[in-house]
């Protein structure tokens, strides 16, 4: 009688332009209810099942504020900006009809779907793995139901190889190399190379490694100096600019490096065989050489040229530690040319590495971890590869290569591809500060505006005995970045960084190869970065990175799944602190895991989980804090979210017996204490 009443609905629409609105996040729970998270603001507003099904985790809406039932809640009314658009999801047949059930921890709803045109619905089993789009919301015009359509099949329920195609397919990257060519011809550069196949380069690498675009030869000098000839791969001997091979390696940006498989930017007939710097075989070159003085100090004689050069050593990360470290590596020895080329780049890199300690930045060593996959692509064992002698010779190589690269591009053209980092986010600078002071840290605030106070503020925070506080200050910090203007990397601690060591990796490298190529032969660039370059790269970077972790995650809910049940004993050190628990990495293997407040003490009134000081308190005494590691075990392997769910080993004690332990006792008799 009164549902189309239009005097009823315009007094309800006149209440509800009388109650307040706000504008946030939709936060959604396991229990069907959620929150609207305001922006830059602790606040948040409960949202009832009824008013969460109109909207999704993620959504950004405007709802009305009302009180109901003696508690303000949110009602949703209308959708800024729609979190879930392109998704992944698993088909799922309720009654016949088909459905979709998104790849999301908190989305559970299957969703309304159908198959787009040219896509046979029959071929679409329970469970199999799909690209669809969301085409209807119930915010949004009359729609009172979500719906979606199926864009395409990624693949079966049952693949073991789920993992990789469905991370590539979310993220939208390419899941095979570009095609090959027929043939591959090294185009007319106007370029003169030297013809260095006479001198001992040698390579260093993994046991493994196939594209090999970095070779090296070091002369040390009787006055303690040393002169590096750093030679690079040179893909753009092969690539036009604006050829179509050139136009997908833009467009692809990085090889991508997932666990167990890489799927490379350029043709592997290219990356593996032809720029390859393989021993004993000719190859074209760019390369820079320079001279570094006894105490680790870049001279200004840096000069680029075009090459031939013949590596007279492929050599391993692991052989040439070995060697070093203790003298010997088993089933290996180096000859004796060989053997002085080790030397030498071992001394030029002490002294660099020596030098940037002292007046920049260097990162305490973390090991890789490296996943073992069977041939049908079970996970078999991680390992943990620590960064050893090898590694840090050639990282002092190729960060003095990208330095030389950095001045001579600023020197003659005044743009590039460059890397750089601002230091603080200005935003967050105060805060920063306040931790600062309150730890004794003896910076003021305009020092660490410079690049060298904040250097000085990094080699400060490297020697104090624990992480905590420098974990708690990059939070504050700006992202790396990469643009066309030369500008400081602050994190590194060098006043100028642009990178063309990895061409047959990284597109931006291949820029500025070209650049470079421009000077040495006098002639104009063939290719200038425009704006939006640096946007380009760090769009792709930052998808590869996640595309690693989630395989990665995958990877380690297979490895783990029975560490639940074994109660397996892991080594964990903080990482993050949220008001709802801490995340942890753990240390034998990498494996990322969350704690939530309850598993550590399931008493609200005690525990205190502060993510702004990145602390968790039992009792207002400090149990945990960034840095700190301790003993856990698995408590939840959740395989359908890849996710691992930790609990600390230490137990704390009911609160009476804790206040007991912590009362003196007295001197009485045991006879009057009973």
Partial sequence: MFQDNPLLAQLKKQIQETLPKKEGTIKATDRGFGFLEIDNSKDSFFIPPNYMKNVMHGDR?????????????????????????????????????????????????????????????????EGDWVVANMTRHPLVGDNKTFFCEVKEKITDSNDKIAPWWVTLARHNLPNAEPAPQDSWNMLEEGLERRDLTALPFITIDGE????????????????????????????????????????????????????????????????????????????????????????????????????????????????????????????????????????????FANARSDWRANNAVVFPDRPDYRFELSEDNDVVAIHTDPRRTANRMIEEAMITANICAGRVLQDKFGFGVYNYHNGFNPEKLDTAMEFLTEAGAPFEKEQLLSLDGFSALRRWLNAQETTYLDNRLR??????????????????????????????????????????????????????????????????????????????????????????????????????????????????????????????????????????????????????????????????????TRQLVAKPVKAFPPLVEAQQADEPQSEQPAEEKA
């Fill in 61 to 125: 809406v405007i709802a009305v504020i009302r009180t109901e039932k003696e508690r303000e809640v949110a009602e949703p009314q209308e959708l800024v900006e729609q979190f879930m658009t392109r998704f992944i999801g698993r088909i799922k047949l309720i009654r016949d009809r088909l459905h979709v059930v998104p790849d999301h921890p908190q989305l559970k709803d299957a969703i309304k779907a159908r198959a787009m045109k040219g896509l046979n619905p029959e071929l679409l089993k």
């Fill in 208 to 347: 493994s490694t196939k594209d090999m675009d970095d070779a090296l030869y070091t002369v040390a000098k009787e006055d303690g100096s040393f002169e590096l000839t750093v030679a690079i791969a040179d893909p753009t001997s092969y690539i036009e600019v604006g050829d179509q091979m050139d136009k997908e390696a833009r467009q692809r940006g990085f090889t991508i490096y997932l666990p167990g498989r890489n799927i490379p930017m350029l043709p592997r007939e290219l990356s593996d065989e032809l720029c390859s710097l393989m021993e004993g075989e000719k190859r074209p070159a760019l390369c820079c050489q320079v001279t570094i003085d006894k105490d680790g100090v870049i001279q200004d004689d840096i000069e680029f040229f075009a090459a031939w050069i013949q590596s007279q050593g492929r050599l391993s990360y692991d052989n040439v530690s070995d060697l070093l470290e203790h003298g010997n590596a088993e089933g290996w020895a180096p000859s004796e040319v060989i053997r002085q080329q080790i030397d030498a780049l071992h001394g």
């Fill in 475 to 640: 939070k504050f910090q700006a992202y790396s970045e990469v643009g066309n203007k030369p500008a400081p990397h602050y994190a590194m601690g060098l006043d100028v960084y642009a990178t063309w060591t990895s061409p047959i990796r990284k597109y931006g490298d291949m820029i500025n190869h070209r650049l470079l190529k421009a000077i040495i032969s006098g002639q104009e660039p063939s290719q200038i970065p425009d704006d939006e370059v640096g946007e380009e790269i760090a769009n792709h970077r930052r998808h590869h990175r996640m595309a690693e972790r989630d395989v990665a995650d995958w990877l380690y809910v297979r490895l783990l799944k029975d560490a639940v049940k074994e109660e397996t004993v892991f080594t964990a050190e903080v990482f993050d602190i949220n008001r709802a628990g801490m995340r942890v990495r753990l240390i034998e293997n990498g494996a990322a895991a969350f704690i939530p407040g309850p598993l550590i003490l399931d008493n609200k009134k005690r525990i205190e989980c502060n993510g702004d000081l990145g602390i968790i308190s039992i009792d207002n005494v400090r149990e945990f804090q960034l840095g700190d590691i301790f003993e856990v075990k698995l408590a939840e392997v959740r395989a359908a």
